[in-house]
């Protein structure tokens, strides 16, 4: 059974940080490509990071430089590193995985507000 579970979400405030954390099981972890994407109220779901098997890192122009994302195969866990945070980063946060197939998590709530 594949599951992708999210934790790290909460509140925070402007210029603060938090830390997301994915564990996937019931797939090939290695062999997927991981990222998170992110659902603010009212809005469609957007693409935030991706990292590939070979590390590679891939970022929309609204979070780069600001959020970090990782990952480590022997933990078959994926990270997001959010610094820098604005009001405009308050979104549901979901993990992805994909190899042939897609997968996603239930999701994490981020709130940034004062």
């Known amino acids: 059974q594949v599951q992708l579970a999210e934790s790290g979400g909460g509140w925070a405030q402007p210029g603060g940080s938090l830390r997301l954390s994915c564990a996937a099981s019931?797939?090939?972890?290695?062999?997927?490509?991981m990222g998170w994407y992110r659902q603010a109220p009212g809005e469609e779901r957007e693409f935030v990071a991706g990292i590939w098997q070979d590390g590679t890192t891939h970022y929309a122009p609204s979070v780069k430089g600001r959020f970090t994302i990782s990952r480590d195969n022997n933990m078959n866990t994926v990270w997001l590193q959010m610094n820098s945070l604005k009001s405009e980063d308050t979104a549901v946060y979901y993990c992805?995985?994909?190899?042939?197939?897609?997968?996603w998590g239930q999701g994490t709530m981020v709130v940034v507000a004062s």
């Open positions: 019931g797939f090939t972890f290695a062999d997927s490509k």
């Open positions: 992805t995985g994909a190899t042939l197939l897609e997968y």
